[in-house]
Every structure is written in C-alpha cells, then in structure tokens.
C-alpha cells in the first residue's frame, strides 16, 4: 500500500510542477525568487534528514519536490517576481544557516527542526506577494501539492520528529496558500463590483 501511495504521490508531484511550470512560462504566476531559493535549501535538508532517520518511501517524495522547487527557482531568475526585502535576505541566510547544526552534532533532527521553521518563514514572500496580487499563484498547484503533502506524512517508514514535521508543515503552509488564493480573490472581485 505505501508504494501505491508513493506512486500517487509522485504523479501529483508531476502533476502540480506542471501545472505550476505551464503558469509560469505563461506568465500569469510569478513566484518569488527568495521564496525558491529557501525551500530549495530547507527542503533537500530535509529530505536527507528523513532519509537518514528512516523515512522511507516518504522520504523520497521529499526529496522529489526538492528537486522540483529547484527547477522552480531556476525558473524564478526569468520568470519570477523581483519584489525582494531585506527580510528575505535573512531567511535565505538562516536557510543556509540550517545546514550548520547537522554538521556539528551529528543529527539531523535539529538541522530538520531548523529549516522547518526556516521553510514557514520562506512562505511569507509569497504569502505577502499573494496577499497582495492573488492573480499571480495558480490554486491548482499548491493544492495538488497539499494532497501530495499528505500522501507523504502517510507513506513514511518511521514516524519520528524528524521525518514527520516537515511534510507536515507543508501540508499546513501550503492549505493556507490555497486559501489566501480564494480568499483574496473572492475580496477583490467583491471591491470591483
């Protein structure tokens, strides 16, 4: 059953980086560059940190969005918005910062804990920027991503602080993506009329 869920899971990653890739190349959502770059970071520290702590096939589908938040960021250096903050250098230095607990004590759990938190504060760029153009993210995508997220938390191998908090934390982020998406669009369709 894990590796049929596995399966799924994979299909919905490819699914929601298609989705979200097409809109990007279209030109109708802007991903926020500072945004990629932390999660690219976070997530492949994470990944690492539940394939290590046994994760298992879970582990993978991590490490598998890893791999598609970086295409993502590769295409936020032409696609992207360039609306960068100072607040966003900082998370992307505490990102980088995160793979330094790893290296000293020898346990991913603190490294994990670390771009967890990092990996909330890499929303708020794109929370902010949704907040503010909800028309710039596609629905599709992050939800996809969400379901993806559960899929995940389901099909680990060892249930452990550090192989379930970030698929988790996903899992709650990206739901409030999806709702600032609706939400906001709901408003500012309601201010028109």
């Not at 520290?45 to 791999?67: D, E, P």
């Not at 295409?75 to 790893?102: E, H, M, N, Q």
């Not at 602080?161 to 993506?177: A, G, R």
Request: charged share 10%; net charge positive.
């Amino acid at each position: 059953m894990q590796l049929f869920l596995t399966a799924v899971g994979v299909v919905l990653s490819f699914a929601a980086t298609g989705i979200y890739i097409v809109s990007i190349v279209r030109g109708k959502t802007k991903p926020h560059l500072f945004t990629y770059l932390v999660w690219s970071i976070v997530t492949i520290i994470a990944f690492f940190g539940s394939l290590v702590s046994g994760g298992g096939y879970g582990a993978w589908l991590t490490g598998l969005s890893g791999f598609f938040t970086v295409v993502v960021m590769v295409l936020c250096f032409r696609y992207g918005t360039k609306d960068i903050k100072p607040i966003d250098t900082f998370f992307l230095i505490a990102a980088l910062i995160s793979i330094v607990p790893w290296l000293i004590f020898k346990d991913p759990l603190w490294s994990v804990v670390l771009a967890t938190a990092i990996d909330v504060c890499g929303y708020l760029p794109t929370i902010r920027k949704t907040w503010k153009a909800p028309q710039s993210e596609v629905a599709a995508g992050w939800a996809l991503g969400t379901v993806r997220s559960a899929i995940s938390l389901v099909t680990l191998g060892a249930f452990n602080i550090t192989t379930v908090i970030f698929p988790l934390e996903i899992l709650i982020m990206n739901s409030i993506v999806v709702y600032v998406i609706f939400w906001r669009r709901r408003v500012k369709t309601s201010q028109r009329k």
